[in-house]
């Protein structure tokens, strides 16, 4: 399924535009005092594409210095 995933530019594509608007937003939660967010990842193709997003938008993260826990 990574395979299928990798292939397609729109998947990877989105998973940096979601990773750049955390990266983005995340400092302005700090300074509110939030200690953590919550983010929900769906998808209804029935190819398991919201559980790579999560993995990969993680991977990305954590490059950024940042700490996402996935549940």
Not at 9 to 22: C, Q
Not at 23 to 37: I, S
Request: aromatic share 8%; charged share 30%.
């Amino acid at each position: 399924m990574v395979a299928f995933f990798q292939k397609e530019p729109e998947t990877e594509e989105s998973v940096e535009r979601i990773a750049h608007l955390l990266h983005c937003l995340l400092p302005r939660y700090r300074r509110e005092g939030k200690n953590y967010l919550t983010i929900g990842i769906g998808c209804t193709g029935g190819r398991h594409r919201s559980v790579y997003v999560c993995q990969e938008l993680s991977r990305v993260l954590r490059q950024r210095r940042l700490e996402p826990i996935v549940q």
